[in-house]
């Protein structure tokens, strides 16, 4: 009924900057909670960034490790959610998963996956 779609990754040096973007369609009323996770492999799935909040204002929360270098956003009525990655090391290289949680009605919430998007980050 919801389709999450991530895009925005690619190839950077360490250093450099990439902004990811999540969209969301189908029939719901509001994104409750959005989370951005990263998997590489070996590695568990690890939580980068989170925005709690359904109406225009939010609260963002980070992972220690991108902690003043990323950034969580949401434009509601694009109903995208976006997370904006600066000083990019080689440690997050990483498959990029975006999650929401949203109304789907007045009783009822869900979550959904997208597919992910990948980022490689050179030395």
């Known amino acids: 009924q919801v389709a999450v779609v991530e895009s925005g990754g690619g190839l950077v040096r360490a250093g450099g900057s990439l902004t990811l973007s999540c969209v969301a369609s189908?029939?719901?009323?509001?994104?409750?909670?959005a989370t951005w996770y990263r998997q590489a492999p070996g590695k568990q799935r690890e939580l980068v960034a989170r925005?709690?909040?359904?109406?225009?204002?939010?609260?963002?929360s980070y992972a220690d490790f991108v902690k003043g270098r990323f950034t969580i956003s949401r434009d509601n009525a694009k109903k995208s959610v976006y997370l904006q990655m600066n000083s990019l090391q080689a440690e997050d290289t990483a498959l990029y998963l975006c999650?929401?949680?949203?109304?789907?009605?007045?009783?009822?919430?869900?979550?959904?996956w997208g597919r992910g998007t990948q980022v490689t980050v050179s030395p």
């Open positions: 999650n929401l949680r949203v109304s789907l009605s007045q009783a009822n919430l869900g979550d959904y």
């Open positions: 189908g029939n719901f009323y509001s994104i409750y909670v």
């Open positions: 925005f709690i909040g359904g109406g225009a204002a939010g609260t963002p």
